[in-house]
């Protein structure tokens, strides 16, 4: 874990990003055995693997981690990793470009509002397939606006906040592609598109799994909504 946490500057990387980097270039030959073993290592990876086994909810205590794995199958690995690798990139960046260190929060315990802000969604495609929605409310968008462009914060406007928000979208998407080359997988990134909350819908990706991260910015959280769908390319 310690050459990840160099690799990546940063000391808050999700448990067993390298066993699950490794796991992925074996998958087709991976037993589910051996996932599972990777997988019950780490509470937090498990109750994961649940909350995805049961679409999100989180009542994980009516399914054990061999039923779940079991029926998410080997592609469990690409779906986990991904979000880990996703995660990752959204804490570099942040750090990098704005000199915030983000804290990630239990999503499940935290109540979502509806967004007051915009969101930027990107599609990648590849070896797994499916989209990525980061949801940025107002005051966050008004803070990363003023940091990225030196401006003051009133003088920031709505189509300030659409531009800065899609560069620093932009800069997760880049970081996550060259975290994805580095894990072994194929996977493709669209360009990302910034529009007002208000007016976005999340798409229902037929086979997808869907996962919620949350991160503490300030007094603002920021929201990620992962939908991936692993055997959509085998």
Not at 9 to 29: A, Y
Not at 142 to 162: C, F, M, N, V
Not at 216 to 228: A, C, R, V
Request: charged residues 25%.
């Amino acid at each position: 874990m310690s050459s990840v946490k160099s690799a990546f500057g940063i000391e808050t990387v999700p448990e067993h990003l390298e066993q699950l980097s490794r796991l992925i270039k074996v998958t087709d030959t991976a037993s589910i055995d051996e996932i599972i073993e990777i997988i019950s290592a780490d509470p937090k990876l498990a109750q994961r693997t649940k909350r995805i086994a049961l679409n999100g909810r989180d009542n994980t205590d009516e399914i054990t981690l061999e039923v779940a794995v079991n029926r998410l199958g080997v592609g469990i690995v690409e779906v986990l990793a991904m979000g880990n690798l996703l995660t990752v990139s959204v804490l570099v960046t942040f750090r990098k470009m704005l000199g915030s260190d983000l804290s990630i929060m239990d999503a499940s315990s935290k109540l979502r509002r509806d967004s007051d802000g915009v969101i930027g969604s990107i599609e990648f495609n590849g070896e797994v397939f499916g989209k990525i929605y980061l949801d940025f409310p107002s005051r966050a968008t008004r803070q990363i606006a003023s940091r990225l462009t030196g401006l003051p914060p009133e003088d920031i406007d709505e189509e300030i906040e659409k531009d800065s928000v899609g560069e620093l979208v932009n800069i997760i998407c880049g970081q996550l592609q060259s975290n994805i080359c580095d894990a072994g997988l194929s996977c493709h990134l669209g360009l990302p598109v910034v529009d007002e909350a208000q007016v976005v819908s999340i798409d229902k990706i037929s086979g997808a799994r869907k996962e919620v991260f949350a991160f503490k910015y300030g007094e603002d959280t920021l929201w990620i909504d992962f939908l991936i769908n692993p055997y959509a390319n085998r």
